[in-house]
């Protein structure tokens, strides 16, 4: 059995719009877009409902690598088009259904930012293995800023390591 998949790229593409605008505003220092959901499917049909759920065998359907590079691709044009920059890692999240077996899903983080500061930090946060210094970096990255406001003494950007 095949189950189609349908992602809504007018969705994304929105999404991916409003922040580059608000980058280009300037009341945001970075932003992680959001993520596309792990989608799974019964690998057989079971139009009776007689199994329970948790008794059938699901497998991971989407996203994939091919949904990921379109997203990817989708997210540089706009930000090229604004100006803007984009940084995107990946990453791998483990996913399973109620109980069943553990799948590695394909994940991107996909940042979009101004700035070298926001550059800086982004960098540092995948290289940092301190947690509590991982928090004040993505606290600081996706923190709401507004043009002109001076940054608190006590935000990680401005104790450098």
Known sequence: MTVPIQISWDL???????????????????????????IFSPVEEDPTRELPR?????????????????????????????????????????????????????????????????ESAIERLYDEPVAEERRKLWRWLLAWSAPGVAAPSSEPMNDPK
């Not at 929105?14 to 932003?31: N, T, Y």
């Not at 940084?87 to 590695?104: D, L, P």
Request: charged share 30%; hydrophobic share 40%; aromatic share 10%.
């Open 12 to 38: 994304y593409l929105g999404r991916v719009l409003v922040w580059c605008e608000c980058l280009v505003a300037g009341v945001r220092r970075a932003v992680l877009l959001p993520r596309l959901d792990t």
């Open 54 to 118: 948790r008794d059938l065998d699901w497998r991971l359907v989407s996203p994939t690598e091919t949904d990921w590079q379109r997203y990817r691709e989708l997210v540089d044009r706009q930000a090229a088009r604004y100006g803007v920059r984009v940084r995107a890692q990946r990453v791998e999240n483990v996913a399973r259904w109620m109980g069943g077996r553990q799948v590695a899903v394909p994940q991107y983080h996909l940042w979009l930012y101004r700035g070298a500061e926001a």
